[in-house]
């Protein structure tokens, strides 16, 4: 298990220390609960204190999470940090809900991640403390804890968006941890909301990250690519269409500075798919990521380190779904990102799905869906204004997602990933490691052939470099050389902006 020094931990805990908000929960042995050490409650005594890596090794330890400071509201622990990657891709496929059934499912998680499920639970063990049963466990009863507190959905729609299999399980299991049922933990303060299905009022969950936060420049990445009809920017306010299986809703995103937390409204009629959409959320905004520490990495050196000053809380924007980064991405080859945009939107108006008249109230301007893999695969793409090569791409890719759920999920390592991409037609080396960074969510892709990466290295050496040697040079920069390529981006961005050079 990740080692914690007691003291040091302590120290956080007397200090309410924010900083290590998510990354460590204190188990108090008087008590049986286990907080977070931001819990405005007076500090247990020393000797009472147990220190855990993750919520999930405090309850399966035996406590219950504390009512007061709200253990499902920390942010996500970087379970990447000082663990290997095996770690880190299993929590991202947890969250995804790849362990929502039994004990089995270790075997099928363990394949996925190249490793045997022996060695899985080991690894888990080591750097979080828990089994990743526990970890599933855990995230099922803090997402319904979190429900509970924060909406007026009826106790049923929170077991079934919880992924609970009955009604009962879900009252038992409340029962066991908090000796009371779950409807006895609803607050009061959401007492005047109204009482109502997800689809019909819609359902706000408030989503914390560890600042900085480099709200501005996520939005204007999403601003500089939205798609007419399925994106809007209103003010500081990110609206879209989503979509899971055939049923199509939208979100509302809000950025609540003074809280470290986004207030994310999704209308959607499907209550179950509510802990996908907000994983999607998670990696659409990059909630996850540690930006204090890739900093400090990237800053050792000295060509980074003053991008990394100017913008310490720059994140790396990711996509909604996969194949529609991957779409994007390979209409927006070598030409301008408004011309491949625009191509993009050509796509949604042949065959995007439309909202119809059950769409949510006061969505304005958002009228349809991104199309899936099977609506792409069937459409005459003849009618699309661009060339027979990249029309007979794009449906090859359409047909690839279709035959492989899986196709722009994360491979044992960033390598597998970009060449198992880089194996359909159409797509190089450029599209296969930007459709890694942003929607396989590998932190360490790095197209270092793109333009403006160059353009943004070049200035910062005062020399033009290759492609080649800007990949050298990448090497220190691992295994967060997405973040660097971020941060080039946005340098190159700025210039461009202020000395008009650049496309």
Known sequence: ?????????????????????????????????????????????FENCRFFASAAAAQEAGFRPCLRCRPESA????????????????????????????????????????IGARQL????????????IAVAQTRRVLFAKRLIHETRLPMTEVATAAGFGSLRRFNETFQQLFARPPSALRRRGVSSLPEGSSAAQGVTVHLRYR?????????????????????????????????????????????RAERHDLAVTVRFPQVRALPAIIGRVRRLFDLGADVTAIGAH????????????????????????????????????????????????????????????????????????????????????GTLKMPRARQQALRELACAALADARLFHPQVTVDETTARLGALRGIGDWTAHTIALRAAREPDAFPA??????????????????????????????????YAAQHLWAADAAATATNGEGP
């Open 1 to 45: 298990m990740q080692r914690l020094d007691p003291r040091v931990c302590y120290r956080a805990l007397a200090t309410h220390d924010e900083r290590f908000d998510g990354r460590l929960f204190v188990g108090v042995t008087s008590t049986g609960i286990y907080c977070r050490p931001v819990c405005p409650a007076s500090p247990a005594r």
């Open 75 to 114: 942010p996500d622990g970087p379970g990447w940090r000082g663990s290997s990657s095996t770690v880190s891709r299993g929590l991202a496929l947890i969250a995804d809900g790849e362990l929502d059934g039994d004990d089995a499912g270790v075997d099928a998680l363990a394949d996925r991640l190249g």
């Open 121 to 132: 639970r080991r690894l888990f063990q080591r750097h979080l403390g828990a089994s990743p």
């Open 211 to 255: 600042p900085p936060f480099d709200w501005p420049a996520l939005l204007a990445h999403l601003a500089a690519r939205a798609l007419g009809g399925v994106e809007r920017i209103d003010g500081e306010r990110y609206r879209r269409t989503i979509r899971e299986g055939d049923d199509t809703g939208t979100i509302d995103v809000v950025h």
């Open 298 to 381: 990237l800053a050792r050196d000295p060509l980074l380190a003053p991008l990394v000053a100017a913008r310490p809380g720059l994140r790396v924007p990711g996509g909604w779904d996969g194949f529609e980064v991957g779409v994007r991405t390979l209409l927006g080859q070598q030409i301008s990102l408004s011309a491949g945009c625009k191509l993009a939107e050509q796509v949604v108006a042949l065959c995007g799905r439309a909202l119809g008249s059950g769409a949510p109230a006061g969505e304005v301007g958002l009228e349809r869906a991104f199309p899936s893999a099977a609506e792409v695969a069937a459409a005459d793409l």
């Open 449 to 482: 052939g793109d333009a403006g990466l160059l353009r943004g290295a070049s200035r910062r050496v005062g020399r033009r470099l290759d492609p080649g040697e800007l990949d050298r040079r990448a090497r220190r920069w691992r295994p967060w050389r997405g």
